[in-house]
């Protein structure tokens, strides 16, 4: 099995035979264990033993899945960013600014609190030039461009505050990624012990808050349409 990237529908439990299941279920885990070590390590950091021992494999079985750790590697990547690509859109509020800035944050934090890995291997990778995002920039950029969009339309059509619709978007992925990427300092400030899951609904009405407030919108603006 490689590690060409696995669209939704074909993960659904019902796609394919008993066997593929069982191949995907295996792979799953794989990818669930490289994501913690790539986020911890990194790639150069990372061995392929390593690997296969955090999913709870030996290394033949490792390479029955998977052809090479750099393969997996790019594997994650695919994963976290279509995890990412439209969260922003994904409120049932239609042009509704307050709402769909709450409900994006809302699951940003969540996101980040329950999955800090993926942010942690998503900015290293940043950090290393983002060598293996070529294939992606079109796709993130996109997805961006088109939140980005949004932002300004509603600005232009009076809907909240002018703001710059880039810088807004680019600040409320460092706020609410911030929990993942500084969680040993988030944990210090909060007083949340290791192993204790951090407050995201806490979190949630602080950065909720703060952004309707710049865009001059309130929570009672995003409440009134729940």
Same mark, same amino acid.
């Given at each position: 099995m490689t590690t060409n990237h696995t669209s939704p529908a074909a993960e659904?439990?019902?796609a394919g035979s008993v066997v593929k299941r069982k191949r995907l279920?295996?792979?799953r885990t794989i990818r669930e264990a490289a994501i913690r070590e790539f986020g911890k390590n990194g790639l150069s950091g990372t061995s392929t033993q390593a690997l296969a021992d955090a999913a709870g494999i030996t290394k033949a079985q490792f390479h029955y899945y998977i052809t090479s750790k750099e393969d997996l590697y790019r594997e994650g990547l695919n994963y976290i960013i279509a995890e990412w690509s439209?969260?922003?859109f994904a409120s049932a509020h239609a042009n509704d600014p307050a709402a769909i800035i709450s409900d994006y944050l809302r699951m940003k934090i969540r996101h980040s609190v329950e999955h800090p890995d993926m942010t942690r291997l998503f900015s290293l990778e940043m950090a290393r030039g983002g060598i293996d995002l070529t294939d992606h920039w079109g796709d993130i950029l996109g997805s961006a461009g088109k939140a980005i969009k949004m932002i300004g339309g509603w600005c232009e059509a009076g809907l909240m505050k002018q703001v710059d619709p880039v810088l807004f978007l680019m600040n409320m992925w460092a706020v609410?990624?911030?929990y993942a990427e500084y969680e040993i300092q988030a944990r210090g400030l909060l007083g949340v012990a290791?192993?204790?899951p951090l407050?995201?609904?806490r979190i #949630?009405?602080?950065a909720i808050e703060l952004f309707l407030a710049r865009a001059g919108? #309130?929570?009672s603006d995003s409440e009134q349409h729940r």
């Open positions: 659904r439990p019902e279920a295996v792979f439209d969260m922003f609410s990624q911030y290791e192993g204790e407050d995201a609904e #949630s009405r602080e919108l #309130s929570q």
